[in-house]
Each structure stands twice: as C-alpha cells, then as structure tokens.
C-alpha cells in the first residue's frame, strides 16, 4: 500500500476541536487537497504530519495555543448600530448572532452587551487563542511527488 511522502498531493477530510472539546465546524464535506510536507493555512501544523499515512489512515494533530487562530485582539471589539440586525431578533449579552459583512458574506459574531441603539460586538473567531486539536483523514494520494527511483528530468 502506498504511503504519503513529502511534496504529494493529497486529499484530506478533518474536525478541529478546540481544548474545550467544541468541534470547529469544517467549511465544507469535501476533501480538501493539500501537499505534504507544507502546511494548510486553516490547518497549521497537519503538512508533516501526513508524511507516512496510508489511504484512510487517521491521524491526530495537536496544534498550540495561538498558532492555529491568532489571540483575541481587543481591537476587534466594536459599536454597531441596532439597526444593522434584523428587526426583532433578540440580542443577549455572550450569544453568537450571524450578521452579513460588506461583501455579503455571513459570519458569527458575539454580542458584548446590547442597547436600543447600540450593539457591543466581538468581532474576534470564536477560536481565537485556542489550541486546536485536528483529527484527519487521508482521503487519497493524487499526484505522487518524484521519488528517489524517478528518472531524471
């Protein structure tokens, strides 16, 4: 059976828990395709970690605080108007609410503390600072990397 090496690419699927144990929802069912030996940017640390996997062999990533999401940044907290959620929806202080940024794109944010103008917003990923632990799959090898045996370009 063939077995990942350095510079393959490949197919993966992942979940990523963060240290409470919560699962970070993936951004999609599909497989992601990646190279060995080169770290994912959404998936720090797995690159290495793929080299010797067969084929729907799993493996365990253990990523440390502040290198799979950056720390909180206290900037990142802003004031929005009431008005920018929909009429009606309740806001409470700690509850994540999706909203629609200026490309329309929906995201999750926390509400900080919720007035009848004003809304205190978290604006920060819900893991930000968390170490992550990431259990993956390889999916499959697409394209295998030359190997010593390859004959030369």
């Known amino acids: 059976m063939q077995t990942a090496r350095l510079g393959d690419n490949v197919w ?3 979940v ?8 970070a929802p993936a951004r999609s069912r599909a497989p ?15 690159g290495l970690a793929l080299v010797g ?16 999401h950056p720390p909180a940044d206290p900037a990142r907290v802003r004031r929005w108007a009431r008005a920018r959620f929909p009429e009606g929806q309740p806001l409470v202080a700690g509850t994540w609410v999706p909203v629609s940024d200026s490309m329309g794109r929906r995201r999750l944010v926390r509400v ?7 809304v205190v917003v978290d604006i920060n990923s ?14 499959g090898i697409l394209t295998r990397a030359p190997g010593p045996d390859a004959p030369p370009a």
Do not use: I
Request: hydrophobic fraction near 40%.
């Open 12 to 14: 993966v699927r992942y």
């Open 16 to 23: 990523k828990r963060t240290q409470d144990g919560s699962v």
């Open 32 to 46: 992601v395709e990646m190279t060995v030996g080169v770290d994912h940017p959404r998936l720090p640390g797995l």
């Open 53 to 68: 996997l067969s084929s729907l062999e799993v493996t365990t990533v253990r990523v440390p605080a502040g290198q799979g």
């Open 112 to 118: 900080v503390e919720a007035g009848a103008r004003t």
């Open 126 to 139: 819900r893991w930000a600072g968390r170490a992550l632990e990431l259990e993956v799959q390889l999916v």
